[in-house]
Each structure stands twice: as C-alpha cells, then as structure tokens.
C-alpha cells in the first residue's frame, strides 16, 4: 500500500496496479572535466539528483460521470488553492515509518473506457532522501529486574526535549541512519550566554542570551537560520552548524539558567543558580527541544 498525506489510494477512489517504480538510488549528476594529454576525464565528487516515482493506477466506477469526477477530486488533492503541485508526503507500506516529500510532475494521459480510467501518477522527490522521525527505531523500555544483562545492546530511547536546570547539561540520543543529519534546536525561557557542544565532532555553537521566561529562540541547523522572538538574530551567533552523524549523539548544553519556582506560598520565587533547588522533579527550567530525523536514500 502507498499513502499520500496519509489518504490510501482507497480513500482517493483509485486503485493500485502492480509495478510501481520507487528507484534504489537516484540518478547522479556526475562531474567531470577533460585534461589536455590525460587519457579519460578528471571527475569531481558526484551528487544525486532528484528521486521519480512513477504509480500507475486505475479508477473503476459504475459511469463515466463516477470516473470524472474521481479525475476532479484526485486533482483538487495534488494542487494547492494557487493551481501549483503542492508538497506531499509519500509513504511505502514496506517502510512505513520512511518518507519521501513530493509533488505532482510531469503528465497524466487518462486512458478511458466507458467507466474506466487508467493513467500513471507521476511524482518527484527534489529533496532524494527519505526520512523518519527520531523515535522511529526507539524499542521499548526494559523494565529494571527483568533479567536483561547490562551492556546486551538494549538503547535508551531517543528523548527530545529536557529541562534545562543546570549549568551544564548532557544530551544524548542515537542515530540509526548510515547518513548525517542536521538538527533544529529550540530553546523556550531565559538562559544566560548559551552554548551547545557536539561532543563527538568537537564543534560549538554559541546562541544569543534569552533573559524572559516567554522568550523563543529557534536554531535551524538545516536552513542556518538563528531566529529569536520570530526576528532573525543570525549576526548574534558564533561557531559552527553541526551535523548529527550517524551513531551516537551527544550534546553539552552550557550556560546560566534561571529557574524558576512556581509558588511557595503566596510567592513566586526565582533562583539564579540552579543549585539552590533540592528537587528537580518540577518544570522550572528553559525548555530545550531538539528535533531531527534519520535520514535514508
């Protein structure tokens, strides 16, 4: 079965033919150039174009009438309210937690016979990689005493977000993908002069301080964006965007959070050092999200 938006072909009144073609890899755009005296031709590193997927399909209806205006339906569903392709995600039931994002390329020639129609639906992926979500490869929790041996290769689960309470925070989730993956780090509340570390390559990010509890601060490693508030705040960063390489992932968040007491008493109280608290078990601290995806071609 393959899902678009999460609509079966069913759900868009079509049926699914056999041979769809989901290419293994893309097809390259290769480098080259030719030196005078040198047999053959100097190649530069490749790169991949995008990725086509071709989906024939029929449409099986008890009148020509049935048939059109599934045809209507179906292109309301692949264009947006300006007429264009719009972007789509494309799913294979034989890796469903994978995605593919997609539109509508190309031509579909409908070949009609009294209530039937049959055309291929053809899209194209610029982006070639297919992606799943970080929790995707996550295996459930091993509860304590249940006689697993420790170092049997059983992971902790790929938690994303953490309150930062401490000046010194550790981060850790695993990458299951052969591939490198970049990050979007979201940090809500005020903290002092944060840093991030990607301890496995060694290189540093450090952002804009956030002195209110209702400040946002966004870092888009894919799109080397810094906003802060919404307002783009890129000329107050320094270092590096980093990668997530494949295998382990581990972060060192750094800085000053305030932390914040909900109510003692009739009084809200606030510690500028987080080692005044006793107990952790409250969401006192800025909120830190890091989302990313394993990435797969």
Same mark, same amino acid.
């Given at each position: 079965?393959?899902?678009?938006?999460?609509?079966?072909?069913?759900?868009?009144?079509?049926?699914? /033919?056999?041979?769809?073609?989901?290419?293994?890899?893309?097809?390259?755009?290769?480098?080259?150039?030719?030196?005078?005296?040198?047999?053959? /031709?100097? *190649?530069?590193?490749?790169?991949?174009?995008?990725?086509?997927?071709?989906?024939?399909?029929?449409?099986?209806?008890?009148?020509?009438? %049935?048939?059109?205006?599934?045809?209507?339906?179906?292109?309301?569903?692949? /264009?947006?309210?300006?007429?264009?392709?719009?972007?789509?995600?494309?799913?294979?039931? &034989?890796?469903?937690?994978? =995605?593919?994002?997609?539109?509508? *390329?190309?031509?579909?020639?409908?070949?009609?016979?009294?209530?039937? %129609?049959?055309?291929? #639906?053809?899209?194209?992926?610029?982006?070639?990689?297919?992606?799943?979500?970080?929790?995707?490869?996550?295996?459930?929790?091993?509860?304590?005493?249940?006689?697993?041996?420790?170092?049997? %290769?059983?992971?902790?689960?790929?938690?994303?977000?953490?309150?930062? #309470? =401490?000046?010194?925070? &550790?981060?850790?989730?695993?990458?299951?993908?052969?591939?490198?993956?970049?990050?979007?780090?979201?940090?809500?509340?005020?903290?002092?002069?944060?840093?991030?570390?990607? /301890?496995?390559?060694?290189?540093?990010? &450090?952002?804009?301080? #956030? *002195?209110?509890?209702?400040?946002? #601060?966004?870092?888009?490693?894919?799109? &080397?964006?810094?906003?802060?508030?919404?307002?783009?705040?890129?000329?107050?960063?320094?270092?590096?965007?980093?990668?997530?390489?494949?295998?382990?992932?581990?972060?060192?968040?750094?800085?000053?959070?305030?932390?914040?007491?909900?109510?003692?008493?009739?009084?809200?109280?606030?510690?500028? *050092?987080?080692?005044?608290?006793?107990?952790?078990?409250?969401?006192?601290?800025?909120?830190?999200?890091?989302?990313?995806?394993?990435?797969?071609?």
């Amino acid at each position: 079965m393959i899902r678009l938006d999460g609509k079966s072909f069913k759900e868009l009144g079509l049926i699914l /033919l056999p041979d769809h073609q989901n290419p293994v890899l893309p097809p390259t755009e290769d480098k080259t150039i030719n030196t005078p005296g040198k047999h053959g /031709l100097y *190649s530069f590193p490749a790169e991949f174009g995008p990725r086509n997927f071709n989906i024939p399909v029929l449409i099986d209806k008890d009148s020509r009438l %049935g048939v059109q205006q599934i045809v209507r339906n179906l292109t309301a569903f692949l /264009l947006d309210s300006y007429g264009r392709p719009r972007k789509i995600e494309l799913r294979f039931d &034989y890796e469903p937690e994978k =995605y593919y994002t997609v539109r509508f *390329s190309g031509q579909a020639d409908i070949s009609r016979f009294r209530w039937l %129609g049959n055309f291929n #639906l053809t899209f194209v992926a610029d982006d070639p990689y297919a992606y799943a979500p970080s929790t995707a490869y996550d295996q459930e929790p091993v509860q304590y005493d249940s006689g697993v041996q420790y170092d049997s %290769g059983v992971m902790y689960q790929n938690y994303n977000t953490f309150n930062w #309470l =401490y000046s010194r925070y &550790y981060f850790g989730n695993y990458n299951h993908s052969h591939f490198s993956t970049k990050p979007k780090i979201t940090i809500q509340g005020a903290v002092i002069n944060p840093r991030v570390t990607n /301890l496995k390559t060694g290189k540093s990010i &450090y952002l804009p301080s #956030l *002195s209110n509890a209702s400040d946002v #601060l966004e870092v888009d490693f894919n799109k &080397y964006t810094v906003m802060k508030n919404n307002q783009n705040s890129f000329d107050e960063y320094r270092g590096d965007f980093f990668f997530f390489e494949p295998g382990e992932i581990q972060l060192l968040f750094e800085g000053k959070p305030i932390v914040q007491e909900t109510t003692w008493g009739s009084e809200t109280v606030t510690f500028d *050092s987080p080692y005044l608290l006793g107990s952790t078990d409250t969401k006192l601290g800025p909120l830190v999200t890091v989302d990313w995806e394993h990435k797969f071609m």
